[in-house]
């Protein structure tokens, strides 16, 4: 009960000072109505109580259990539409260095990071940008205002298509007016996950590549998916990057450097988009078992610290046939992970 005030009465302001002290619990003060009568007090002690009061009730409500009816309306049966024999060729590449004739003419698609590709079409080292799609950062730190522009640029200078590899990718090459691609990173490796990306709007995508290979042929076709069939595949993301951290920047030259395991394996690193890169120490390959690889709508090769000559070899051997050169994995394709 409120009191007559002998000196200061209560305010809304005071009222909205108690109640916005919600500490460490979930909850803030949004919006505040006051209804208080002329010269009347409540001790802050008062207002303090009924603030801890209504937490610990509100929490007691999030915290019951409410049953939720089930019924199983899951589809168990999806389409298989497509039936794509021989896959098409696609390409990620890190610059343009790595681009070659061959590679522009065997390759439906490919894909360079945002800035690279800006790069490169202010430099004139793209000769057919409706071939390229601009592939959006797979993690961004801080507003995204940067990279909305830069897609807005990409797309006046006349790149139609985005590699998007998560949700926010999505919604960026959306708002730019992209064809949407998806990338591996979304992580899709059931039919449910395509029938989702499907009705977000994206044009085709790449499934997980912790998927075994037989059970990703056998996905409901909602739309094209593919798989990534070549390269060193990425195996960790570090905010801190651990080359900074031995050496330092200057040193490094911000080049490709390696990690070393305790049996002397060697794992590169790269830096770039705010982040670091660990990947695999050797790469997929998958050139000699191209039959295996019937029923995809397209293969894409990732190319990371390769040369040029070195990517016009792998577009070539997986455009007409080929073996191995040096040591290489199969990854997960031939496994039960997922």
């Known amino acids: 009960m409120p009191q007559i005030a002998e000196n200061k009465p209560t305010t809304q302001e005071k009222v909205a000072q108690s109640l916005a002290k919600t500490g460490g619990t979930p909850y803030y003060l949004g919006e505040l109505t006051a209804d208080i009568g002329e010269g009347l007090i409540l001790p802050v002690s008062a207002l303090n109580a009924m603030r801890r009061q209504v937490l610990e009730e509100i929490g007691e409500k999030r915290s019951a259990l409410h049953p939720v009816p089930f019924q199983d309306v899951v589809p168990r049966n999806h389409p298989k539409l497509l039936n794509i024999k021989i896959p098409a060729l696609r390409a990620r590449v890190l610059t343009a260095a790595q681009l070659s004739p061959l590679m522009l003419e065997q390759c439906e698609q490919i894909a360079m990071p945002v800035d690279a590709l800006l790069a490169a079409l202010e430099a004139g080292a793209i000769p057919c940008p409706e071939k390229m799609a601009v592939e959006i950062p797979r993690i961004l730190f801080g507003p995204a205002d940067s990279t909305q522009e830069k897609l807005g640029r990409l797309k006046q200078k006349g790149i139609t298509k985005a590699w998007a590899g998560n949700l926010g990718a999505v919604r960026l090459a959306r708002e730019a007016g992209l064809e949407i691609h998806g990338g591996f990173s979304l992580n899709l490796n059931n039919s449910h996950a395509l029938k989702a990306v499907a009705e977000l709007g994206l044009k085709d995508a790449e499934l997980s590549f912790e998927i075994n290979l037989f059970k990703a042929k056998k996905l409901g076709d909602y739309l094209p998916y593919g798989i990534l069939a070549y390269g060193y ?57 191209k039959e295996e690889l019937e029923g995809f709508s397209f293969l894409t090769l990732y190319f990371t610290c390769e040369d040029g000559k070195t990517c016009e070899r792998i ?24």
């Not at 997960?332 to 997922?338: A, E, S």
Request: proline share 5%.
């Open 233 to 289: 595949f990425p195996l960790m993301a570090l905010r801190n990057c651990p080359i900074k951290a031995a050496m330092g920047c200057k040193a490094c030259g911000r080049k490709w450097n390696t990690l070393t395991d305790r049996k002397g394996v060697e794992f590169m690193v790269d830096c770039g988009s705010g982040i670091s890169e660990l990947f695999n120490s050797v790469p997929v390959y998958l050139a000699d078992r």
């Open 315 to 338: 577009v070539r051997e997986y455009a007409f046939g080929g073996r191995p050169e040096g040591d290489k994995t199969r990854g997960l394709y031939y496994r039960n992970v997922l």
